[in-house]
């Protein structure tokens, strides 16, 4: 019967005497059992088993030893000290990887709390702007009904004075003045209203806003086929090993897709050609081509069309009185009052183009200079040549033609909301003075040069495919309710958005035709115009 294995006695390492019988040498092998055996052993447990002397079989075994280190040395351990070196480069990977993703999870953070903060600016601005309006409204109504007042209180003062000393003519007239159509009460405006509703479950929008994270699966265990020792060049990308090696490793993918920065709101073709646009305080926009004006809603509907007998150059909506305002080639500045356009100065020299500033002041646009007006015609400043600091060495030089103007060739003007900065799209015409090269120069209030934007964009701004890259050729400016420059690049087909200090933004929209005119509204909704009859209401964003 066996004994089992449980019972069985073991030797113990470097132990030279048998464990069956005690003080025994085990100086034999047994190489049926393949084990130490003493010379009692061979009457008893391996009895006519075949034995051998131990030192024949060291003597063969030696030789494997020598081979086993001679393997391990030159080629295990080897191997190992890779292992453990290319560990110290993996730890100095993955610090580097996770810390770039911090990196790029707070900068997309810090994006989207800027954005947030841009659409408060915004929001905010258009509630002073309602409140300002309504501020009129009111005013205006209270002015009214006051008037009225007045109004009813001298015509009854009048009425008594007629009946008690009054003679029969001036009763007699006295009953045809009250039964005489008189002024009506004033009608109470209808005041424009706001409301916010906060977003009570925001989690699902910031997330889509966010973007995307990818995790893939840890500690996964490799055998040793999948285990090979990686170069720097290699390091960091267990995909592939992991798809080498057949391991089924789980991804967690969370997908965020951006919100979009433009958005058409609408988009028409219009009847008319259209070359300068003036969005209104009630959703519709004024247009102007040749000697004609045409009011459009947003639909592109006609709604009001004023003839000129004389060429309109250019268009402005006064920010205070909400009128339209006009210059024409015979040099007339004219406000468009109940469907007529009347008078209300002249320029000595060709108006260019004009824009009307929230303080009622005018500016026009003339051939080497800019100038600021009084609503009735008196000028306030002009535009003076570079580095020129009094009005007399201004028209000294300018006669002289020894000095560059700041502005050459007005062709559109726009006027900062926030900081009343004036930005002039010149033409440069080399025959007004310039050098041909198109630009947008910015203004202080004093018309001192703040900077010159000619067009430039990042080489690290990924170009869209309907970019041209003609040169830079601005037909339209206009500032949104935030201080941000809108720039309509005709020959390139694109709109740019610009911050106002002359930082490039990006770009806000490209199409497939010119663009010709751009203006904001109120809710700083864009309208563009592309290839003269193209429309196109962008809504934006300014970051």
């Excluded at 993703?101 to 702007?129: G, N």
């Excluded at 040169?471 to 087909?493: C, Q, R």
């Excluded at 109120?522 to 309208?527: I, P, Q, S, T, Y």
Aim: charged share 25%; proline share 4%; aromatic share 6%.
């Amino acid at each position: 019967m066996a004994t089992p294995i449980s019972q069985m006695h073991l030797r113990i390492k470097g132990q030279t005497t048998c464990i069956y019988h005690r003080g025994r040498q085990l100086d034999l092998y047994c190489e049926t059992c393949q084990e130490l055996v003493c010379q009692k052993c061979l009457s008893s447990n391996h009895k006519n088993h075949a034995v051998c002397e131990l030192s024949e079989i060291t003597h063969q075994e030696e030789p494997d030893i020598k081979n086993f280190i001679d393997r391990t040395e030159k080629h295990d351990l080897v191997q190992i000290g890779k292992y453990i070196n290319s560990t110290d480069t993996l730890l100095k990977d993955n610090t580097s990887s996770f810390e770039k993703l911090s990196q790029k999870l707070k900068m997309q953070t810090e994006k989207l709390k800027q954005e947030l903060d841009m659409l408060t600016t915004q929001t905010l601005s258009l509630y002073h702007k309602m409140e300002e309006d309504n501020t009129k409204l009111i005013k205006k109504y209270k002015q009214d009904l006051e008037v009225y007042e007045k109004q009813l209180k001298k015509q009854i003062h009048e009425c008594k004075a007629a009946l008690q000393r009054g003679s029969h003519i001036q009763i007699y007239d006295t009953f045809c003045e009250i039964h005489s159509p008189t002024p009506s009460l004033p009608v109470k405006p209808v005041l424009g209203t706001a409301n916010f509703t906060p977003n009570e479950n925001p989690q699902d929008h910031l997330k889509e806003a966010w973007g995307k994270v990818i995790t893939s699966g840890q500690g996964q265990t490799l055998t040793d086929q999948d285990r090979s020792v990686s170069t720097s060049d290699d390091l960091g990308q267990p995909s592939t090993q992991q798809q080498q090696s057949g391991a089924k490793v789980k991804k967690a993918v969370t997908t965020y897709k951006l919100l979009p920065q433009t958005k058409v709101v609408e988009e028409w073709e219009s009847s008319c050609y259209i070359s300068s646009i003036c969005p209104t305080t009630d959703g519709q926009m004024w247009t102007k081509y040749s000697d004609t004006l045409t009011l459009l809603d947003r639909k592109g509907e006609v709604k009001q069309k004023v003839n000129h007998n004389v060429y309109i150059n250019d268009i402005s909506l006064s920010p205070t009185t909400h009128t339209l305002w006009v210059c024409d080639d015979n040099n007339n500045i004219m406000e468009l009052v109940s469907g007529r356009l009347t008078h209300r100065f002249s320029t000595k020299e060709y108006p260019m183009c004009i824009c009307v500033t929230a303080s009622n002041h005018v500016i026009v646009g003339m051939i080497k200079h800019i100038s600021k007006f009084t609503s009735d015609g008196k000028m306030v400043c002009t535009s003076m040549a570079k580095g020129t600091v009094n009005l007399l060495v201004w028209f000294t030089t300018m006669v002289k033609g020894t000095e560059k103007p700041l502005v050459c060739s007005p062709h559109r003007i726009s006027e900062c909301p926030v900081t009343h900065n004036v930005a002039v799209a010149d033409f440069s015409r080399e025959s007004d003075g310039g050098d041909g090269k198109r630009h947008v120069v910015v203004m202080d209030t004093d018309f001192k040069e703040l900077f010159v934007y000619r067009g430039d964009i990042p080489s690290t701004y990924k170009p869209t495919p309907s970019t041209v890259g003609k040169p830079f050729n601005p037909h339209g400016v206009v500032y949104d309710s935030v201080g941000n420059l809108i720039i309509g690049d005709g020959d390139n087909f694109r709109v740019l958005l610009i911050s106002g200090g002359g930082e490039f933004l990006r770009v806000i929209h490209t199409n497939t035709g010119r663009t010709d005119a751009v203006g904001i509204d109120r809710e700083d909704v864009l309208c563009a115009v592309f290839g003269y009859n193209k429309v196109k209401l962008l809504q934006y964003s300014s970051v």
